[in-house]
């Protein structure tokens, strides 16, 4: 198949996504969306936020993931909770397309159909004025690292308001591009690594090179560069966490090539990465139904093997009382 031209794709991407000058991003308005169609909750904010309900365990079969809501609510002082709802607001450009994204493509094209720029004073206004304020606010896309300054001005506007012990800041990266390096200083990046009640994740989208280019439609070759970038983001003192899916085409070799992958979060990020690491599973949404065929089908039947290739190798890597911890507890130390 012909590939996406990330660098490319990317570059075009951001001149669409950002207006430097005003710090305004190109955010997605949710009003008339096919995602819109599987929210549980209507838009809110004027149609620029959405309301998401982090679920600790949503499958008796599958892992608990207890992102964002065990690292967020330690760091409020807020008590433990299986649930919570997050205030989400998308950036409306993505330079990859997985085929199983439960955004409908045309809101990460830069289609101002259903988008319009916002900087971070008017988004934080919009969701100070809602009468329900979740404490976490989730930048997510989309891939809001195509503009890393977003959540840099976001978080200086939740600073501005004094409002930083009071929400989370949590943002979303797949992991496609250096532009967190290449536009800010570090400064900016030491900053916005050490602010209070922020943290990231970032999603590997395979378990090995071929299954990155099944979901993403990008070069093969790309899926090294995400621990690439991630283990960047744990050299730069972020809290970092990782997401993971893991469908794909081919099943064959699925226990050794899970092997190679844990090896390389372990050994090319941190020996403790593979425990701040959560697999998602897929699940077909509206706009996802649309593009499916026979071997995306075919693919979420292998993550159900695939996710036990995982927890097998955790078991065998990890003693039971260091996966028992808190997720927050596996420090990242280089």
């Known amino acids: 198949m012909a590939y996406i031209n990330t660098e490319k794709f990317s570059e075009a991407l951001r001149k669409k996504g950002v207006d430097l000058a ?18 549980t909750l209507p838009p809110n904010c004027g149609g620029f936020g959405r309301i998401h309900h982090f679920i600790r365990r949503r499958e008796l079969d599958w ?4 992102l ?29 397309r997985c085929w199983y994204c439960f955004v409908d493509f045309d809101l990460l094209s830069a289609n101002q159909r259903y988008a319009e720029f916002k900087n971070s004073d008017e988004l934080l206004a919009l969701y ?8 976490i606010i989730d930048l997510s896309g989309g891939q809001p690292d195509l503009v890393p300054e977003w959540t840099l001005w976001f978080r200086d506007a ?23 390096w290449r536009f800010l200083n570090p400064q900016d990046i030491r900053r916005l690594a050490e602010s209070n009640n922020y943290g990231r994740v970032g999603c590997f989208k395979g378990f090995d090179a071929q299954s990155f280019s099944f979901n993403t439609k990008a070069e093969p070759s790309l899926f090294n560069t995400q621990f690439d970038l991630m283990r960047r983001l744990v050299s730069a003192g972020f809290d970092v966490y990782g997401y993971a899916t893991f469908t794909s085409d081919d099943d064959r070799g699925l226990s050794a090539k899970m092997s190679d992958f844990m090896e390389r979060l372990q050994l090319e990020v941190h020996d403790l ?8 599973k897929i699940y077909p ?34 003693s039971k009382e260091l996966r028992d911890r808190p997720i927050y507890e596996h420090r990242l130390r280089t």
């Open 22 to 39: 005003n710090q305004r991003v190109l955010v997605t308005n949710f009003n008339g969306s096919e995602q819109s169609k599987d929210l």
């Open 63 to 66: 892992p608990v993931n207890p």
């Open 68 to 96: 964002p809501i065990d690292p967020a609510l330690y760091a409020l002082g807020l008590p433990p909770d299986d649930k919570v709802q997050v205030q989400v607001f998308q950036n409306a450009v993505c330079s990859w």
């Open 128 to 135: 100070l004025h809602e009468e329900s304020k979740p404490p």
């Open 158 to 180: 939740i600073y501005s308001s004094q409002l930083e012990n009071q929400i989370y800041l949590w943002s979303d990266d797949n992991l496609s591009n250096d532009y967190l």
């Open 273 to 280: 990465f593979p425990l701040r690491t959560i697999p998602l």
């Open 285 to 318: 949404f509206t706009p996802t139904k649309q593009r499916m065929q026979q071997t995306h089908k075919r693919a979420l039947e292998i993550q159900a093997s695939a996710i036990q290739a995982w927890s097998e190798e955790l078991d065998k890597r990890f």
